[in-house]
C-alpha cells in the first residue's frame, strides 16, 4: 500500500490534514523497518501494521496511539529503531512502542507462557490504557490471518485470545471487539460447531430479519405518533460464540435464543428511552425475567441501556436494547470512548481510567501483590487471575448506592472481604435484598447486600470452601495463620470424600459419627442409602484440618466392626 493510499484511508475515518501529514514520516519509517519482510500469508509484512493502525483509528484514539500502531512491531525486527522514535516522534510513542513490544516478548511456554502474557498485560494496563488497546487492535487482525498458521499454533493462539484477551476486551467494555475475537478463536478451536453454527444462523435468521423488520416499521411510527424524536433504529445478528454457548444452555431450542437478532433503538435522551420503554410495553407483552435496566444500574464497566424482550406473533421472542448515542457510543467501543469524547479532554500523560467504572483496573496491582504473598504455583495463580478478574461478573450494591464488581457465583462473603477484610473477618449475618441470606448462597446481579459484624466474631476454616475469589480466600488464610506447608487447607482447599464399605448393622453410623467427634472434624455430608445393600458405601465429606487429619480417620474407621474397606479421596 502507498503513502496515498493509506492517507485516503485516514481522511475517510476523520483523521485532519495536519495529522496525516504527521504520519507520513510515520509510515515511510515503518515501510523501511519492514521492507522485504513478508507475512505468513505471503503479504508485505508492512500489511499488518497498517491494518492494526487503521483499527486503532476507527476507536478514534489519538494520533501517538495510530502511530504507535503503525510502529508496534519496528522495535522487534531491529531494536535500534527505539532511538530513532524517540528522536524523530518524541518520548510518548516511543513509551507506546516500547511498551506493546514489552508486552509481545514472552520468553516461557505453556501455562507459563499464558501467565506472563497475562502479567504484561495487567502492567500495561496499569501503565497506559492505550497499550492495551493497541495489542488489541494487533491480536484482532493476528486473528483474521490466522489460516495461514499450522494448526497447532493457530488452535494455541485462539485458546490465548479466547481465554485472555476477549475477556479483557469485556472487561474494557469493548463488546465490539470482545465479539469479533470470540468468533475468530471459536472458528480454530471448534471449526466443526462453527460451521454448523453458520449454517443454522443462515437459516434462521432471515425469517427473524422479515419479523425485526416489520416490527421495526411499528414501533417507529408508534414513537413518531408519540413525537419521540428517533435517532436510529437498526438491528444486528448476536456473535457466533455467544449465540451458540446460548444454545447450549437451551437445549438447542432456537425458539428461546430471544436476541439473535436484537432491535436496537438509539435516542436523545434518557426520558425518551424510558418513554420507549412503556411504549413497546404497550404494544407487545413482555417478559418478565428478561427486564434489564442497565441505565438506573450500569455494569461495572460502563455499559448503560435498557433491554426488554417481548412476546410477538407466532410466539417469538424479540429483544430490545433501548439507549441514547453517548451510551451507544461506550457500549460499541468502551474505554475507548471516554478517550474520544471525555469531557474533561485528555490527559496529559498517557490515559488513566476514567471515573469508579474501570476502578478494576486500579485493583490489579494490589491483587497481585496480595496472591503473591501466597507462594502460589503458576497454575493456581493463572486461575485464580480468570476467576478474579475475567469470569463472567455480576454487580451488587452496598446499601450506600455503590456499585461492587465480582465473578458469578460470588457469595456474600466474597463480597465482604471485598470491601474490606476486617468486615470479612468480623462477619456474622448477610442480608440480600434485605433477606437474610446465608453466607454460602450465590449472589445475584443487582441485590443490595449488606453484612452484619460482631466485634469479637473470627472467619471459621469452612468459610475457604464457600467464598469463590483468591482475594478472599487469601484474606481468611491470614486472619487464621495458615501458613505452614503442613497444613491441608493451605494446599489443597478442598473436602475430602471417604468412602466406608461395612456390613449393615444397628449403631453403625453412630460409631462412624463418632470417629469425627474425637476428632472435632465436622461431617458435611453422609450419605447412608443402602437399603440393605452391604456393597454400597457410606459416602461421607468432610473438612481436614491439617493433612495428618485424613489418615487418622481412615485408620480409626478400619478399627469399627463390620467395616471391610475405606476409600477417600480429595473432591474436585
Given at each position: 500500500?502507498t503513502w496515498?493510499e493509506?492517507?485516503k484511508?485516514?481522511?475517510?475515518k ?16 515503518a515501510?523501511y523497518v519492514h ?5 505468513a ?5 508492512i500489511?499488518h501494521p497498517i491494518?492494526v ?7 478514534k ?6 502511530a ?9 525486527k531491529?531494536?535500534?529503531v ?8 518524541g518520548?510518548e ?6 511498551a506493546?513490544?514489552k508486552v509481545d516478548?514472552?520468553s516461557a511456554?505453556g501455562?507459563?507462557?499464558?501467565l ?14 492505550r497499550?492495551?488497546?493497541?495489542k488489541l ?6 486473528m ?31 463488546w465490539?471487539?470482545?465479539g469479533?475475537?470470540e468468533d ?15 449454517e443454522?444462523?443462515?437459516?434462521h435468521a432471515p425469517?427473524?430479519e422479515r419479523?425485526?423488520?416489520k ?7 408508534e414513537?413518531k ?28 431450542n432456537w ?8 432491535l ?6 434518557v ?34 441501556s ?8 407466532n ?9 441514547t ?8 467501543n ?8 471525555s469531557e474533561f479532554?485528555?490527559?496529559k500523560k498517557g490515559?488513566s ?10 485493583q490489579l ?15 493456581d ?12 461478573r455480576?454487580f451488587v ?6 456499585v461492587?464488581?465480582l465473578?458469578?457465583?460470588a ?7 471485598h470491601i ?5 473477618n468480623r462477619?456474622?449475618g448477610?442480608k440480600a435484598?434485605g433477606r437474610?441470606?446465608?453466607f454460602?448462597?450465590?449472589l445475584r446481579?443487582?441485590?443490595v ?8 466474631k473470627k ?6 470452601h ?14 487464621l495463620r495458615i ?10 482447599e478442598?473436602?475430602v470424600s471417604?468412602?466406608?464399605?461395612a ?12 470417629v469425627?467427634?474425637s476428632?472435632?472434624i465436622?461431617?458435611?455430608?453422609l450419605?447412608?442409602n ?6 454400597a458405601?457410606?459416602?461421607i465429606?468432610?473438612?481436614p484440618k491439617q493433612k ?5 480417620i ?9 467395616v ?9
Amino acid at each position: 500500500m502507498t503513502w496515498q493510499e493509506y492517507s485516503k484511508l485516514l481522511a475517510k475515518k476523520g483523521l485532519e490534514e495536519k495529522d496525516r501529514n504527521f504520519l507520513e514520516a510515520v509510515f515511510e519509517l515503518a515501510s523501511y523497518v519492514h521492507e522485504g519482510e513478508t507475512r505468513a500469508t505471503g503479504e508485505p509484512y508492512i500489511t499488518h501494521p497498517i491494518s492494526v493502525s487503521l483499527k486503532i483509528a476507527d476507536l478514534k484514539l489519538d494520533i501517538a496511539s495510530i502511530a504507535a500502531g503503525l510502529l508496534h512491531d519496528a522495535v522487534e525486527k531491529n531494536p535500534n529503531v527505539l532511538k530513532t522514535i524517540r528522536q524523530k516522534f518524541g518520548n510518548e510513542i516511543a513509551f507506546l512502542v516500547d511498551a506493546v513490544t514489552k508486552v509481545d516478548r514472552v520468553s516461557a511456554k505453556g501455562v507459563k507462557r499464558a501467565l506472563e502474557s497475562v502479567r504484561k498485560m495487567f502492567l500495561a494496563v496499569a501503565q497506559d490504557i492505550r497499550v492495551v488497546m493497541i495489542k488489541l487492535m494487533d491480536r484482532l487482525h493476528n486473528m483474521e490471518t490466522l489460516d495461514a498458521l499450522a494448526k497447532d499454533k493457530r488452535e494455541r493462539i485462539a485458546e490465548e485470545t479466547l481465554s485472555l484477551y476477549a475477556p479483557l476486551a469485556e472487561r474494557l467494555g469493548m463488546w465490539n471487539i470482545k465479539g469479533e475475537l470470540e468468533d475468530l478463536a471459536f472458528k480454530h478451536l471448534w471449526p466443526r460447531e462453527y460451521a454448523e453454527m453458520l449454517e443454522a444462523v443462515k437459516n434462521h435468521a432471515p425469517e427473524r430479519e422479515r419479523l425485526i423488520r416489520k416490527i421495526a416499521n411499528v414501533i417507529e411510527s408508534e414513537l413518531k405518533r408519540e413525537k419521540i424524536k428517533i435517532k436510529e433504529i437498526s438491528f444486528r445478528v448476536k456473535h457466533l460464540y455467544s449465540s451458540w454457548l446460548k444454545l447450549e444452555k437451551y437445549d438447542n431450542n432456537w425458539l428461546l435464543l430471544s436476541d439473535l437478532i436484537a432491535l436496537r433503538i438509539i435516542l436523545e435522551d434518557v426520558k425518551d428511552c424510558y418513554s420507549t420503554l412503556g411504549i413497546i410495553h404497550k404494544l407487545w407483552k413482555p417478559v418478565p425475567s428478561r427486564f434489564k435496566d442497565y441505565i438506573a444500574l450500569p455494569k461495572p464497566n460502563g455499559y448503560q441501556s435498557l433491554h426488554t424482550s417481548v412476546f410477538t406473533e407466532n410466539n417469538y421472542i424479540v429483544e430490545f436494547q433501548i439507549r441514547t448515542e453517548e451510551m451507544h457510543r461506550e457500549a460499541e467501543n468502551g474505554i475507548a470512548a471516554h478517550w474520544a469524547y471525555s469531557e474533561f479532554g485528555k490527559p496529559k500523560k498517557g490515559f488513566s481510567a476514567i471515573g469508579k467504572k474501570f476502578n478494576w483496573i486500579n485493583q490489579l496491582a494490589n491483587w497481585h501483590k496480595e496472591f503473591e504473598h501466597e507462594h502460589a504455583s503458576t497454575e493456581d495463580l493463572l486461575e485464580a487471575l480468570k476467576i478474579d478478574f475475567f469470569k463472567d461478573r455480576i454487580f451488587v450494591l452496598t446499601p450506600k448506592g455503590d456499585v461492587i464488581d465480582l465473578p458469578k457465583g460470588a457469595t456474600p462473603l466474597d463480597f465482604a472481604y471485598h470491601i474490606h477484610s476486617e468486615i470479612g473477618n468480623r462477619a456474622f449475618g448477610a442480608k440480600a435484598d434485605g433477606r437474610l441470606v446465608s453466607f454460602s448462597r450465590e449472589l445475584r446481579s443487582g441485590e443490595v447486600v449488606e453484612i452484619t459484624t460482631q466485634k469479637n466474631k473470627k472467619p471459621s476454616r469452612e468459610w475457604l470452601h464457600i467464598v469463590k475469589t483468591s482475594l478472599a480466600k487469601n484474606r481468611i488464610r491470614r486472619a487464621l495463620r495458615i501458613t505452614d506447608k503442613d497444613s491441608f487447607l493451605a494446599i489443597q482447599e478442598k473436602p475430602v470424600s471417604t468412602s466406608v464399605y461395612a456390613r449393615n448393622r444397628v449403631g453403625l453410623i453412630k460409631d462412624i459419627s463418632g470417629v469425627f467427634a474425637s476428632l472435632h472434624i465436622n461431617i458435611q455430608t453422609l450419605t447412608a442409602n443402602r437399603s440393605g445393600n452391604d456393597e454400597a458405601p457410606i459416602l461421607i465429606t468432610f473438612i481436614p484440618k491439617q493433612k495428618s487429619d485424613v489418615a487418622k480417620i481412615e485408620n480409626r474407621l478400619k478399627k469399627i466392626r463390620d467395616v471391610t474397606k475405606i476409600n477417600s479421596k480429595i473432591k474436585s
